[in-house]
Each structure stands twice: as C-alpha cells, then as structure tokens.
C-alpha cells in the first residue's frame, strides 16, 4: 500500500491538536490530522464548553439575586430546559462541520480514522468504513490524543454502566438523584450544575475536595455545594455498584447503601495511549509519554506528545500552549534551524512548572495561580501570606449584598515576588490573569506599588496586599 507523506502528521484533532497543526502550516510545513471521532475534541464538545454553558445560568442567578434592585426581578430557578439547549447550541449538536470548514482554510489535510504508530513516522489509520490508509512523515509526529477518564476498581462498577464527564455533560434527561464519586474539579462543578437542575446530589469523597489548592479555598467550597443541597460525604469509599430496577445501588464498608438515578465517576484521567502503536516505537501502550520542554518525547527524535497525553497539566490552556510551542519547534527543527532551549526561549513549553492558572467554576468560584503556601514552604521558600477578605473592597459591594471571598498572596520575601495567588468568591475568575502575569513575570513587589487598581474594582485588592506586605526600604 503507496504511503501518502506530509511533513507532519498530528494524530488527535481536539484544540492541541489544531494548535500544533496550525503553527506547523504557518511555518511552512505540510500537516495532516488524524482524528476518529469529532474535529475539535474533548473541550469543545464533552468538556470546557458544555460544562460551563450548563454552570452559567446558577451563577448569573446569584448574582442578579444579590443585588437590591435586581433580586425582585428574579422568578424562579435555573430553566433546566433552555440551559440544555444553550449547551446544544454551545456544541453545534456535536457536529464538527464548522471546525472541519477551519481546517480546510487553514491548509490542514484530515483523515478521519483511527491512527496507530507502526514504527518511527509511520501512521496507519483504521478508516471508518473498515479500510487502511498509511501515513508517512518527512519530519515528525505528534500524539495529541488526550485523556479519558478514570474508572476506579469498584466491584461492579463496569457493569453498572456509570457516567463519567461525557455523560453528565451531554445530558438530555436530568436525573432526578445523583451520587458523584469523586472530589476534584469535575465533580464539584457537576454538583454544582445539578444541583441547580434541581437533581438530589450526593457526592462520595474518599479524601478532600480539591486537592492541592488552598484548604481555605476547599472549605468554602465544601461549604457551598452544602447551601446548595448537596450531601457532601467526606472520607467515603464505595465498595461495590450494581443496577437494579430501582438505579444504581452503591454499597460501603460500613453504613446503608446508596440508591441513585445515576452515578458519576469523577476521580482521574489515564491517557489515551493504550491503542495508539506505542510498542512499535518501544514505548508502553496505556502510559503517560515523558517529553522534555520542546514536548519531544524523550529518546525519541521525530516523536512528539503534547497535551493532557504528557501528563504536565491537564487543562485545555496548558494544552495549547504547549501546541504552539511544539508546532514552532517542530518547524523550526525542520528548517535546520538551532532551537533555543532556555527557561524562556521561544521554543520551549515552561509555564507548567510552577506558574499553571486553573479556574473551578463551582459557587464560589475558584481561581488559583502558581503555589500554594505549604507548596512554597515544602519548596524551601520564605514565604509571607497575604490574606484581603473581598468584602471590605469597595468594587466587590457595589456586586450586591453577599460579596464574601477571599484573595490570598504567597510571597518570596527573600526575592520580594509573588509566587502564588489564589481568589475565591463570586465571579474570581476574571481577577487570574493579572497574577498570572505577576508570577510568570517576576514582577517585584516594589514594582507592583505603581500598578494602580482602578476605583472601585474588585481588583483594588491587589492595593490591600500591598498595603499589608509594605513598602520595600
């Protein structure tokens, strides 16, 4: 079978994918991209997209019912209906047809299909009608196929038939229980977004909720999903599933079973690497790929792994970060062309290490840069935390009569820099990017007094952090 060749061929279409496509193409290579089922990925369609089209009706509720003027004017609860159209809407029906039109005017060639490695810059693709095309590239390949999620071993759980995010998030008919096992991002949103449709929620937490964040942050979590009628049940483990007649029966060691409508897993993501060919190139199918800071797999010339599949930081942002710089680096190694792999040079993917913005969009909001302040310490550094309750900032009133939150700075005192911020209130998220330009920048604290917060905004907090750290001699 003749081989078609490209330069590169990209094996995953979601928003890594396209990204490190489109970067190649503007740097003269030929792409193709390889994808088995919907241009645009799991963000678009199953993820970033549906998740927070389904949350944003419960937050804008909040906040016109906190505001005198406003609140008289709201009647009722979240119209579950019209959220799920909105979601529909959001994700075009899940019909790729505008992202396929985008690959076509950005020079990108697509095959649909499954593609597996068969050897060094070889690709064959299982066609959808049961035929092969092979695939050869003249200078790389680059696995962009993402993470799916993890199912614990529960005795019973495969059978049962559980949703995981795909399932909750492409939902036509609302449950009217739900037991959510699990306490990261995925299950405090989910819960957060049931709720709101009314569903009884249960969440099974064999830990925390939010590992890794600020426990304060954790806490006002913990403490809203409650307010919202969520039964959060900390330090609980399921032991066995089943469904029956009557749902989906969870048991534990100790105590009475749960019955729910439906069951969410939401307690990891494992890569999606265990059909991809691995063992042809000598690397172990079902595992994470470790790349160096160019996203080249290691020991591997011509092989590239960008994405959640690299395991450096699961979020689609950091995802396509690392595609353009992968997308750059692979067509400036084509051109012969010497990369620069410092700290900050331009072919490199750094921004994962100690500087990832993440946002939760339970109620309140989370939103988090850089460290955490046991990180920090655990880290070696001399840290100053500076704590501003959001309610005594004048542009958080004027928001209505609930502004609580809290804005947290970890600082090096010793180099008098921000290394860490983390906001949690009502509508925090927007407030992220500005840390995030302080951490990754550097910026000194001395510099950060002629930064001026407009009045009044919420971000006059950064004035309060400054008052409190005083001024440098």
């Known amino acids: 079978m003749d081989a078609a060749e490209y330069d590169l061929i990209v094996i995953g279409a979601g928003p890594v994918g396209e990204n490190v496509a489109d970067r190649a193409v503007q740097g003269g290579l030929s792409v193709v991209i390889v994808e088995a089922e919907l241009v645009g990925g799991e963000c678009s369609y199953w993820a970033c997209m549906p998740s927070k089209t389904l949350l944003r009706p419960v937050a804008a509720l909040r906040a016109a019912k906190a505001v005198p003027g406003a609140a008289a004017s709201v009647v009722g609860g979240v119209d579950v209906a019209a959220t799920l159209a909105s979601r529909d809407r959001m994700v075009h029906d899940w019909s790729d047809a505008s992202q396929v039109e985008w690959l076509d005017g950005a020079g990108i060639d697509l095959v649909r299909g499954h593609g597996r490695l068969d050897g060094e810059r070889v690709v064959r693709v299982e066609l959808p009608d049961g035929g092969e095309r092979v695939l050869r590239a003249r200078v790389a390949v680059a696995l962009c196929t993402g993470s799916a999620a993890l199912l614990p071993r529960i005795a019973g759980l495969a059978e049962a038939g559980p949703w995981t995010s795909r399932e909750a998030t492409s939902v036509h008919d609302v449950p009217a229980s739900l037991a959510i096992v699990g306490g990261g991002v995925v299950a405090c949103e989910m819960a957060t977004a049931f709720a709101s449709f009314g569903t009884h929620v249960r969440m099974l937490v064999r830990s925390g909720l939010l590992a890794g964040i600020e426990p304060f942050a954790q806490e006002a979590v913990a403490e809203g999903l409650r307010r919202a009628g969520v039964d959060v049940r900390m330090h609980t483990e399921p032991t066995a599933v089943e469904r029956g007649p009557d749902g989906v029966r969870v048991s534990f060691d100790a105590g009475e079973d749960l019955v729910a409508d439906e069951i969410l897993i939401a307690t990891g993501r494992v890569p999606r690497t265990e059909d991809l060919g691995l063992e042809t190139v000598g690397l172990e199918p079902g595992a994470w790929l470790d790349v160096d800071d160019t996203l080249r797999v290691r020991g591997h010339d011509s092989l590239y792994a960008v994405g959640d599949v690299n395991h450096r930081a699961l979020l689609t942002h950091q995802g396509k970060y690392q595609a353009r710089a992968a997308g750059d680096v692979i067509a400036a190694r084509a051109r012969g062309a010497v990369v620069d792999d410092a700290p900050w040079g331009a072919h490199v993917a750094t921004a994962d290490h100690r ?119």
């Open 355 to 473: 500087a990832v913005p993440q946002v939760v969009f339970s109620e309140p909001q989370v939103a988090s840069v850089g460290l955490t302040a046991a990180a920090a310490r655990d880290a070696g550094i001399a840290v100053r935390v500076l704590d501003v309750d959001l309610s005594g900032i004048a542009g958080a009133a004027t928001h209505g009569d609930d502004a609580a939150g809290t804005a947290r700075a970890v600082v090096d005192a010793d180099r008098g820099v921000l290394v860490g911020a983390t906001f949690v209130g009502d509508d925090v998220a927007e407030l992220l990017q500005a840390a995030t330009i302080a951490v990754v920048g550097e910026v000194p604290i001395a510099r950060l007094w002629h930064a001026v917060p407009a009045y009044p905004t919420v971000s006059e907090l950064w004035l309060r952090w400054l008052e409190q750290y005083g001024r440098p001699e």
